[in-house]
């Protein structure tokens, strides 16, 4: 859990510093995730983005935390946790509608949070998201990872809904 924070420290950190700059946005979301492996159970998770807008081609670089647990069907008592920091790129189609992949490290931890393995992370999925005044928003992505590595659970599908909010130290001009 300590991994989580300091990834969730730094990468909030970054946006911040970048947020005088441009029109940036922290989503953070919510999953419950659906294991493709028969030897673990449903649960949920979560992740911090950081969404950096790119005017030119009408896509955002994001920048994630990604935690997910695992529990053993065999035995409630153990169960896996990962840890992920992504590089993504969303695309925005017609009507709301995004597509969004990402690519990083993912780390493997037990129950008691030591290290059991780790490798790549990949991850994609069709996304929507309801928008308020000043870019905020609730986005619901569902999506498929992929962990490619000494890991235990290689596929799963999770939904995740979050909540989107500027960031941005935009001046907005007097009527």
């Known amino acids: 859990m300590k ?3 300091i990834t969730s420290f730094l990468l909030i950190t970054a946006v911040v510093s970048f947020s005088q700059q441009k029109k940036n946005n922290l989503t953070f979301f919510a999953a419950r995730s659906f294991p493709l492996s028969q030897d673990y159970s449903r649960e949920f998770g ?3 983005q950081a969404v950096f807008p790119n005017k030119k081609n009408k896509g ?4 994630e935390a990604y935690f997910n647990h695992f529990k053993n069907k065999a035995n409630y008592n153990t169960g896996i946790n990962y840890i992920a920091a992504t590089l993504g790129y969303k695309a925005h189609l017609k009507y709301n509608f995004y597509l969004y992949g990402g690519g990083g490290t993912i780390v493997e931890t037990a129950k008691d949070y030591s290290i059991e393995g780790g490798g790549l992370f990949i991850n994609t999925g069709l996304g929507y998201k309801i928008t308020f005044s000043n870019n905020s928003g609730i986005d619901i992505l569902p999506r498929i990872n992929v962990a490619v590595g000494d890991v235990f659970v290689k596929h799963w599908i999770s939904i995740s809904i979050g909540y989107a909010f500027n960031i941005s130290h935009e001046k907005t001009a007097k009527k």
């Open 46 to 48: 979560g992740s911090i």
């Open 3 to 5: 991994n989580l924070f």
């Open 60 to 63: 955002d670089l994001i920048i």
